[in-house]
């Protein structure tokens, strides 16, 4: 197994609620809780869950740009989790992300050449001379032609911009980047494209990613590993093969029925499992293990601990009281 | 990967969103009227006194309330100034009033709504009290308190200040009304302002490209700057121009009721009061700067609605 890139330790986000005319605390999202893992080099790892669970705000309070609660992130032996901006400057080089909209994520007033061109003037990665030719490479690399650079993003397609998001992101040089539901938003064709030019992109430069995203048959498709996230905790991270084919976690194993089988006779057999009710809200949580409130095998113990999250051998992680 | 749907774009020169708006905006015949009215009128308050062979202030007691000829081409008043003069005096003194107040406005107004917007909690929450607290105060009674309170006492300290000293700065009194017109129109003007810019600073700093700035490492003034800015500016510009044309009538309206620029300064306004007085008699008098004040609240409406479709194509029609 490859060395650890990033080591997750017990990560908190809790975002306040302040309501009132002056502004007093009213309530807390625990948006993430207690979230232990590592991003190993060189791979992919998937966060999957459903829309509120806590996956993109994983990714932003691993980059620090949601300040943590609580937790650790050791990035190259220091917890960047307490880092403040100037600190964690040089650091947001190697660690990049990219985002849902295309149609957002670009500044409407500047060139492609200007978006794709700040970062490395910013981080001065290239004389000024170079610039432009540093420019057309790193947009060939996202497949765009290099008088691109004179556009300005609203003449570009979704998937053009969603191209250039990624060229903006590998201009720094990254070693690692975060794909917050980076191609959820683009057609399905498009969306095809742009996974294997990350997975191409990936080779070319060694990236780890942390794909944060709801569309099962993608994640099965590219990653190395998978975390499934319930209401703000893990429930369960393992190899891809560890966790669509042998789902340990209730919460898994109904969230695997629910993908559509490309082979027909498989599709046929296809034992779905509907859960009861609706995902309580983080402002609330249930107490103990949270998904008690749904779970189709709950005991009593789930009611009131909060499931051991452990490593049930080789790798493969999982938080519930069932589990042997 | 086929490379055919990314070559999509066509191979017409680049746009940018400002040369955009300003094709859409020299397409708008209203728009471009009344730029060309503003501009109009902007060289008339530059350099329209020069243009003229008579004083503003010049009385010529054989040529009262004469009609429009050719030696004054809008006639003259009850004291025999030459009207056109006037006219033209006035525009300057609603050009300055109009630039000096807005740019005061549009300071404390775009001063304390980026202040709010960007920092929120308390910040926001004292300023945007300050702010509505002030809207609720009616206009007109806030410059009249303000006027009427302070004018006599501060002409009067200038008088006793020029008797002691007969320093000729304080025998102009003049510039005590430009002080407190600008002062209470500013004052009145710049609500509006701080809430625009709170709001477009608020919906700006949640959009993705911010987050996608910082999260490059850009520093909070590069992302001010080079993100914020450019995209707040729009809405600001078409608030600008049709703000401009408000203090203009504004101005008009203070000097009309007496507690604006003071005779024989002449305004608009003030000429219009005039005018009032005999237009039964010397309809020009009355005709004259209210067709001219008209014409300066259209053209910079037409060129405030001309701005906003160029800069906000999506929000119109």
Redesign the interface.
């Known amino acids: 197994m490859s060395p650890a890139l990033l080591r997750i330790e017990n990560l908190k986000k809790h975002f306040p609620v302040r309501l009132g005319?002056?502004?007093e605390k009213a309530a807390t999202v625990y948006a993430l809780d207690d979230a232990s893992f590592d991003i190993l080099e060189g791979e992919t790892l998937s966060l999957v869950g459903e829309s509120g669970c806590g996956k993109s705000t994983t990714g932003f309070a691993i980059?620090n740009?949601h300040r943590p609660t609580a937790g650790r992130v050791i990035y190259k032996g220091e917890n960047i989790a307490v880092f403040d901006?100037a600190r964690?400057?040089?650091i947001?080089?190697d660690l990049?992300?990219v985002?849902?909209?295309p149609y957002?994520?670009?500044?409407?007033?500047?060139?492609i050449g200007e978006a794709v061109g700040?970062?490395i003037l910013?981080?001065k990665l290239c004389s000024k001379a170079e610039l432009p030719g540093r420019i057309e490479r790193l947009l060939a690399d996202v497949?765009?032609?290099g008088r691109?650079a004179?556009?300005?993003p609203?003449?570009?397609?979704g998937?053009?911009r969603q191209?250039v998001?990624l060229a903006?992101a590998l201009a720094?040089e990254p070693k690692f980047i975060v794909c917050d539901e980076a191609i959820s938003a683009l057609d399905v064709s498009i969306q095809a494209?742009i996974i294997?030019?990350l997975l191409d992109l990936q080779e070319k430069y060694g990236l780890t990613y942390l794909f944060i995203a709801h569309d099962l048959a993608v994640v099965r498709h590219i990653s190395d590993r998978v975390g499934v996230m319930y209401l703000g905790r893990l429930a369960e991270l393992g190899t891809r093969e560890q966790v669509f084919a042998d789902p340990l976690h209730p919460y898994t194993k109904a969230l695997m029925s629910a993908v559509p089988e490309a082979d027909p006779a498989g599709e046929r057999t296809r034992q779905r499992q509907i859960l009861e009710g609706d995902v309580p809200s983080p402002l609330d949580p249930p107490s103990g293990c949270r998904f008690h409130t749904r779970c189709p095998i709950a005991m009593e113990k789930c009611r009131s601990s909060v499931p051991e999250w452990r490593d049930t051998g080789a790798g493969h992680f999982v938080a519930c009281h069932a589990v042997p | 990967?086929s490379?055919a749907?990314?070559?999509?774009?066509a191979d017409d020169p680049?746009?940018?969103?400002?040369r955009d708006a300003w094709g859409r905006l020299i397409r708008n015949r209203l728009a471009v009227a009344g730029l060309v009215m503003v501009l109009v009128l902007a060289f008339a308050a530059a350099f329209g006194p020069m243009l003229t062979p008579y004083d503003f202030l010049s009385q010529n007691l054989d040529a009262r309330n004469a009609g429009p000829s050719l030696v004054h081409l809008f006639g003259t008043d009850d004291l025999g100034r030459d009207v056109f003069s006037r006219v033209l005096y006035g525009t300057r003194t609603a050009f300055v009033v109009a630039i000096v107040v807005t740019a005061l406005a549009v300071t404390i107004g775009v001063t304390l709504g980026a202040t709010a917007g960007f920092f929120g909690?308390?910040f926001d929450?004292i300023i945007m009290w300050f702010t509505d607290m002030t809207m609720s105060v009616p206009n007109l009674l806030l410059v009249v308190v303000i006027n009427a309170s302070l004018k006599a006492p501060l002409s009067q300290w200038m008088e006793t200040q020029y008797l002691a000293t007969l320093n000729p700065f304080f025998r102009e009194t003049i510039w005590i009304d430009f002080l407190l017109v600008f002062g209470s129109m500013a004052l009145i003007a710049w609500p509006p302002y701080a809430r625009l810019v709170r709001a477009q600073v608020l919906s700006i700093r949640s959009?993705?490209?911010i987050?996608?700035?910082?999260?490059?490492?850009?520093t909070?003034r590069?992302i001010l700057t080079?993100?914020v800015v450019?995209?707040a500016i729009g809405p600001l510009i078409v608030s600008v121009s049709a703000g401009l044309g408000t203090a203009m009538v504004l101005e008009s309206a203070f000097s009309f009721l007496g507690v604006g620029v003071n005779p024989p300064t002449p305004s608009w306004g003030n000429m219009i009061s005039d005018g009032l007085r005999v237009w039964q008699h010397y309809p020009h008098l009355l005709a004259v700067p209210a067709i001219v004040l008209g014409l300066a609240t259209v053209a910079f409406s037409f060129l405030g609605d001309g701005l906003n479709d160029a800069l906000n194509p999506r929000g119109s029609k």
């Open positions: 005319a002056f502004g980059l740009l901006e964690m400057r040089p947001r080089r990049q992300i985002f849902q909209d957002s994520t670009l500044n409407p007033r500047m060139t700040e970062p910013f981080h497949g765009l032609p691109f004179q556009r300005y609203h003449e570009l397609s998937g053009q191209r998001a903006r720094c494209q294997n030019l | 990967m490379s749907p990314l070559l999509a774009v680049p746009v940018s969103l400002w909690g308390l929450r959009r993705p490209y987050t996608a700035a910082r999260a490059l490492g850009l909070n590069i080079r993100y450019p995209n």
